[in-house]
C-alpha cells in the first residue's frame, strides 16, 4: 500500500504548511489540501460514505474559516523562534512518538483487524436491517442512538453560533 | 505499522500547532489537522487487506468487507468536527469584532 504513504507524506507536508505560513488566508487553504488528502486516503481505505462527507465538510469548513479570515488585517509581526519554543517542540515529539511507539506495539498489525463486532454487522446487516449499505445500517439501525446524540450535539453547536453571532440585543 | 506512525506524526504536528501558536484562527487550524489525523487512525484500524467497501451485492459473502464499525463512528465524528469548527470560527469572528486582533496575547492585555 504504497499509495497510503504518499497520500499520508502530502498530507504531513500541507500540515506543516499551514501551521507556518504567514498569511492566515494561504493557512486555510493548506487545511483545505490536508482534508482533500483526507478523502483520498479514505477512498484508498473502502471507506466511500466517508469520503463524500469528508469531502462536503471540508469545502464547507474552509469558506466557514475564509468568512472568518478575509479582509482581516494581521499586522506583519516577524515572530522569531524563540529557543525555548524549539527546545519544547523536540522534547514534546519526541515524548509524544516515544509513547505512540510502544502504544502501537500492542495493536493488532494494519489489515488484520480484530472486527468481533464488525463482522457480526456484517453477516446481519441484511436479515436485520433490510440495508445493502452496511455502514448505514450500523449508523440508523443499529446505533441509532449514537445518531440521536450526534444529532442533539450538532443541535446545540447551531444554538450557540447563533447566540454568539446574532445581532440584537448586543450592547453598543 | 509505519502508516500508524505517520499518522501519530501528523497528530502530533495538529497538537503542536494547537498549543504554541498564538494566533486564534492557527489555534482552529490546529484542531482540524489533530481531529483529521485522529478519524484517518481509526479507519486505519478498521482496514482489512483485500477487503471491499462495506456495501452488500452479488458474489459478495460477508467475510470479504472492511470493519464498518469505525466507519460508522468516524461518520459521527466528522460531523460533529464541522459544528465545533463552525462554533470555534464564531467566537473568534465576534473577539475580532470586540478587540480588533486574532492575537490572544493582545486579546487577555485588553480585558483589563
Do not use: W
Amino acid at each position: 500500500m504504497i499509495e497510503l504513504h504518499v497520500v499520508l507524506i502530502l498530507m504531513i507536508i500541507c500540515a506543516i504548511v499551514a501551521m507556518e505560513i504567514k498569511d492566515l488566508l494561504s493557512s486555510v487553504i493548506a487545511l483545505g489540501a490536508v482534508g482533500i488528502g483526507l478523502t483520498v486516503e479514505f477512498l484508498l481505505l473502502r471507506a466511500p460514505d466517508l469520503a463524500i462527507t469528508q469531502l462536503v465538510v471540508e469545502i464547507l469548513s474552509v469558506i466557514i474559516l475564509i468568512r472568518a479570515t478575509v479582509g482581516v488585517k494581521v499586522p506583519q509581526e516577524n515572530i522569531k523562534m524563540r529557543l525555548g519554543y524549539f527546545i519544547f517542540a523536540l522534547v514534546f515529539v519526541a515524548v509524544f512518538l516515544f509513547f505512540s511507539k510502544r502504544a502501537v506495539a500492542q495493536l493488532p498489525s494494519f489489515g488484520d483487524p480484530m472486527m468481533k463486532i464488525g463482522s457480526l454487522y456484517n453477516s446481519l446487516a441484511l436479515s436485520k436491517a433490510g440495508a445493502a449499505n452496511i455502514v448505514s445500517s450500523v449508523i440508523l439501525d443499529f446505533r441509532a442512538y449514537d445518531t440521536l446524540g450526534e444529532a442533539t450535539v450538532l443541535f446545540t453547536a447551531v444554538i450557540g453560533v447563533l447566540t454568539v453571532l446574532r445581532a440584537s440585543g448586543r450592547k453598543k | 505499522m509505519s502508516l500508524y506512525i505517520l499518522c501519530l506524526v501528523l497528530f502530533a504536528i495538529g497538537i503542536y500547532c494547537l498549543l504554541v501558536k498564538k494566533n486564534l484562527v492557527k489555534k482552529i487550524v490546529g484542531l482540524g489537522i489533530a481531529e483529521y489525523a485522529l478519524n484517518l487512525f481509526f479507519i486505519l484500524l478498521g482496514y482489512k487487506s483485500g477487503g471491499e467497501a462495506p456495501i452488500l451485492s452479488r458474489g459478495l459473502t460477508a467475510n470479504s468487507f472492511v470493519d464498518p464499525l469505525p466507519q460508522a463512528l468516524i461518520l459521527t465524528s466528522i460531523v460533529i468536527g464541522l459544528a465545533v469548527t463552525a462554533l470555534m470560527a464564531a467566537i473568534t469572528l465576534r473577539l475580532y469584532e470586540k478587540y480588533r486582533t486574532f492575537d490572544i496575547n493582545e486579546i487577555r492585555r485588553l480585558k483589563g
